[in-house]
C-alpha cells in the first residue's frame, strides 16, 4: 500500500490530470452518501466502479488535516493520500472541467472571490481550460487578497462588485453566509463557479443571479440537501455534470451559466486511483 503526502500528490496528480479523472468522478457507477460531521471531522464514504473509498478530513478552519483512503474491489486498500491536498486539487479540477463545458471559448479575465486554501488551485484549474490573461482576487481579509494576488501573479481588487463586472468567469470559494456581490454587476455571457457553499445555510450567489442562470450541479441528490445557493431559492438544476459531459444537455449561456458544487466522494475517489497510479509510474510515495 502506497501513501502519498502533500508533496507527493501535487507531483502526482497535475490538474490537467485531475480535471481529466474528473470526468470518470461524473459519469462512472457511483455511490456518494451525504457527508457526516463526526466530533470535528467531516467523513464522506463512497464508491466509484470497482473502488470504494473515504475521506476524512478537519472541519476546523486553519487547520487542514486529514486522509483518503482507496479501497480495491476485493476490500483491499490500495492507498492513503493526504486528504486536503487532495481536497484542494479535486474540488479545483470539477470546475476546470465545468468551465470548460460552459465558458466561452475566449474567456480571458478570471475573479477569484475568496483567497483561502482553495483559491490557489481554483484559478490554475480556470487557467488550464482557458487563455486566462488577468486574475482579480477579491477577499474579505486584504491580507488574504495580497498573498493570492502575487502567488498566482494576480491583481487585488477591494471591491467584490468591480471584480465581477470585469470578470468572463467568477469563481467563489469562500464560508460566506451572505451574497458575495450584487447580481446587477454581472455581465451577460458570464459563467460562475461556485464551491464554497456545501449546507443549506451557506451562500456565495445572489439569488437572482442563481434564478436566471442555466445551472449545472455535480451531484443532484447532493444539491438537494447541501447547495445553500439553490435551496435559498428554490431553485431546481438544470442539469448535472454527467449529463453534460455526455452531450444530454447543451447549456445556454445567457444571461449566465453556473455551476454548482457541493463536492462528492467519487471526485475523491477518482482523483486519488489517479494520483496513486501516477505516483506509482514515477516512483513517488511512501511504500507501507
Same mark, same amino acid.
Given at each position: 500500500?502506497?501513501?502519498?503526502?502533500?508533496?507527493?500528490?501535487?507531483?502526482?496528480?497535475?490538474?490537467?490530470?485531475?480535471?481529466?479523472?474528473?470526468?470518470?468522478?461524473?459519469?462512472?457507477?457511483?455511490?456518494? $452518501?451525504?457527508?457526516?460531521?463526526?466530533?470535528?471531522?467531516?467523513?464522506?464514504?463512497?464508491?466509484?466502479?470497482?473502488?470504494?473509498? !473515504?475521506?476524512?478530513?478537519?472541519?476546523?478552519?486553519?487547520?487542514?488535516?486529514?486522509?483518503?483512503?482507496?479501497?480495491?474491489?476485493?476490500?483491499?486498500?490500495?492507498?492513503?493520500?493526504?486528504?486536503?491536498?487532495?481536497?484542494?486539487?479535486?474540488?479545483?479540477?470539477?470546475?476546470?472541467?465545468?468551465?470548460?463545458?460552459?465558458?466561452?471559448?475566449?474567456?480571458?479575465?478570471?475573479?477569484?472571490?475568496?483567497?483561502?486554501?482553495?483559491?490557489?488551485?481554483?484559478?490554475?484549474?480556470?487557467?488550464? !481550460?482557458?487563455?486566462?490573461?488577468?486574475?482579480?482576487?477579491?477577499?474579505?481579509?486584504?491580507?488574504?487578497?495580497?498573498?493570492?494576488?502575487?502567488?498566482?501573479?494576480?491583481?487585488?481588487?477591494?471591491?467584490?462588485?468591480?471584480?465581477?463586472?470585469?470578470?468572463?468567469?467568477?469563481?467563489?470559494?469562500?464560508?460566506?453566509?451572505?451574497?458575495?456581490?450584487?447580481?446587477?454587476?454581472?455581465?451577460?455571457?458570464?459563467?460562475?463557479?461556485?464551491?464554497?457553499?456545501?449546507?443549506?445555510?451557506?451562500?456565495?450567489?445572489?439569488?437572482?443571479?442563481?434564478?436566471?442562470?442555466?445551472?449545472?450541479?455535480?451531484?443532484?441528490?447532493?444539491?438537494?440537501?447541501?447547495?445553500?445557493?439553490?435551496?435559498?431559492?428554490?431553485?431546481?438544476?438544470?442539469?448535472?455534470?454527467?449529463?453534460?459531459?455526455?452531450?444530454?444537455?447543451?447549456?445556454?449561456?445567457? $444571461?449566465?451559466?453556473?455551476?454548482?458544487?457541493?463536492?462528492?466522494?467519487?471526485?475523491?475517489?477518482?482523483?486519488?486511483?489517479?494520483?496513486?497510479?501516477?505516483?506509482?509510474?514515477?516512483?513517488?510515495?511512501?511504500?507501507?
Amino acid at each position: 500500500m502506497r501513501y502519498l503526502n502533500q508533496d507527493d500528490v501535487r507531483l502526482a496528480l497535475p490538474m490537467s490530470d485531475a480535471i481529466d479523472s474528473m470526468v470518470d468522478a461524473f459519469v462512472g457507477d457511483r455511490e456518494a $452518501p451525504n457527508r457526516m460531521l463526526l466530533g470535528v471531522s467531516l467523513f464522506m464514504p463512497g464508491r466509484l466502479d470497482s473502488y470504494t473509498g !473515504v475521506k476524512v478530513v478537519s472541519s476546523i478552519p486553519g487547520d487542514p488535516a486529514g486522509i483518503v483512503a482507496v479501497f480495491d474491489d476485493s476490500g483491499h486498500p490500495l492507498g492513503l493520500v493526504d486528504g486536503p491536498t487532495l481536497s484542494a486539487i479535486r474540488t479545483a479540477a470539477a470546475p476546470g472541467l465545468a468551465t470548460d463545458k460552459m465558458a466561452r471559448a475566449d474567456a480571458g479575465v478570471l475573479a477569484m472571490l475568496g483567497a483561502g486554501a482553495m483559491a490557489a488551485d481554483q484559478v490554475a484549474a480556470v487557467r488550464a !481550460v482557458r487563455p486566462i490573461r488577468e486574475v482579480l482576487v477579491w477577499s474579505r481579509t486584504e491580507e488574504s487578497a495580497n498573498a493570492l494576488a502575487e502567488a498566482v501573479g494576480g491583481e487585488v481588487v477591494l471591491d467584490a462588485n468591480e471584480a465581477v463586472a470585469r470578470a468572463d468567469v467568477v469563481s467563489t470559494a469562500t464560508p460566506s453566509r451572505s451574497p458575495l456581490f450584487d447580481a446587477s454587476s454581472l455581465r451577460p455571457g458570464t459563467h460562475l463557479n461556485a464551491v464554497g457553499a456545501f449546507t443549506p445555510e451557506m451562500v456565495e450567489i445572489p439569488g437572482d443571479v442563481v434564478g436566471q442562470a442555466f445551472v449545472v450541479v455535480d451531484d443532484r441528490e447532493a444539491a438537494a440537501v447541501e447547495a445553500g445557493d439553490l435551496l435559498r431559492v428554490n431553485r431546481q438544476p438544470d442539469a448535472d455534470m454527467s449529463d453534460l459531459i455526455s452531450g444530454r444537455v447543451v447549456p445556454s449561456d445567457e $444571461p449566465f451559466t453556473l455551476f454548482k458544487s457541493v463536492g462528492i466522494a467519487s471526485q475523491d475517489i477518482a482523483a486519488a486511483v489517479r494520483a496513486l497510479s501516477n505516483a506509482e509510474q514515477q516512483g513517488l510515495g511512501t511504500l507501507l
